[in-house]
């Protein structure tokens, strides 16, 4: 057996992370996928497949760039019935989407990884689905055992490498799953180890309707806010992915518990405390934005007496105003009048106190 290569790091040459969607799925690196049944995972694959094979734009602006090419495996869902109208619900350019059979004839893996190879060569793929990963695997590869699953994964991130091709594993949790989002997928920690970037889907703690694709890890870049997203239906009532934006929940509170409800006035509390934070605000808008987030008006007069929110009437445009405020709020410059009075702190005084000789 000859001998392996040993290489000063001097001699290697150092190469830029290339892209499908940036900073979610990187080209020749594996990325991970996990998520509860019916969360949409298979839906998020295929909404980033359509994106990709028509050159269009990703979920958050970024443009695709040229056309790709996307390999599909998917053990769970049929063609006909399934994979093929969500693909054309999304707008994919079926000339570029391929998926590969696994019912009559399905992949198991790390015995057939050759010829995963070959096809992605063949079809000069840019990205790989492998939905669900575990489904690839025989019965002798112990799926929690690291040894086993490194068997499988090393081959494939080399294949991936090779190819310069992304590869997407598609991974359910355990079904009691613990907080930390790291560890809630199935099987051995090797595999979101192997991952250059780790993903999970879930619902919204505090929105049954909102589902959020969050970042668990990343070995290739800083992690990205989490984004949001809806299950709708498209034509003939076909499920499909809507992206509503970017949000501030973390990876660990995705599928978590809701939070324990507010009662009414303390919930209006809190949001007017939050919407005086910068400054005076008209009254007129303050029940209009109250209105549109479901706060009745005499609950927010009620709140404004708990929370000590003051108001004060100024004349602007020939008639009077009245404003809102919050004494203990920072007083911007630019207010619209000036902090009453009785609300200003008393100048020091150089009398020998504390400050003092």
């Not at 509860?36 to 995972?41: E, H, L």
């Amino acid at each position: 057996m000859p001998r392996r290569a040993v290489t000063p790091l001097s001699q290697v040459r150092v190469e830029q992370v290339r892209w499908l969607w940036k900073p979610f799925f990187a080209r020749g690196k594996i990325t991970l996928l996990d998520g509860d049944p019916g969360v949409g995972k298979s839906l998020i694959t295929i909404d980033l497949a359509a994106r990709l094979t028509r050159g269009g734009t990703l979920p958050d602006g970024q443009p695709a760039g040229r056309p790709h090419t996307v390999l599909l495996l998917n053990a769970e869902d049929p063609a006909a019935y399934t994979v093929g109208p969500r693909a054309v619900a999304a707008g994919a350019d079926l000339d570029r989407l391929f998926l590969v059979d696994q019912f009559e004839h399905p992949m198991r893996f790390p015995d057939d990884l050759p010829e995963l190879e070959a096809d992605i060569r063949e079809r000069q793929a840019d990205l790989v689905v492998i939905d669900p990963f575990m489904a690839f695997l025989p019965p002798k590869v112990a799926t929690g055992l690291d040894q086993c699953v490194r068997t499988v994964l090393t081959p494939l991130a080399a294949i991936a490498a090779r190819t310069d091709c992304g590869i997407l594993l598609v991974r359910h949790l355990k079904k009691s799953s613990p907080e930390n989002a790291l560890r809630r997928g199935q099987g051995s920690m090797a595999i979101i180890g192997a991952a250059r970037t780790g993903l999970l889907a879930g619902p919204h703690p505090a929105d049954p309707t909102l589902h959020v694709l969050a970042m668990t890890k990343s070995n290739l870049t800083e992690q990205a806010r989490p984004h949001g997203y809806r299950k709708a239906k498209g034509p003939n009532d076909v499920p499909a992915v809507v992206w509503t934006g970017t949000t501030d929940l973390t990876a660990d509170a995705v599928g978590g518990k809701p939070p324990a409800r507010m009662p009414a006035r303390d919930r209006a509390g809190t949001w007017l405390r939050e919407q005086l934070a910068n400054g005076p605000r008209r009254a007129t808008e303050l029940f209009t934005a109250a209105f549109e987030v479901c706060i009745p008006e005499g609950t927010l007069k009620r709140a404004k007496e708990a929370e000590g929110v003051r108001s004060k009437k100024v004349q602007a445009d020939g008639r009077g105003v009245w404003y809102w405020y919050d004494p203990d709020a920072p007083w911007p410059a630019d207010a619209p009048f000036k902090m009453p009075k009785e609300f200003e702190l008393p100048p020091m005084e150089d009398n020998g106190g504390l400050f003092g000789d």
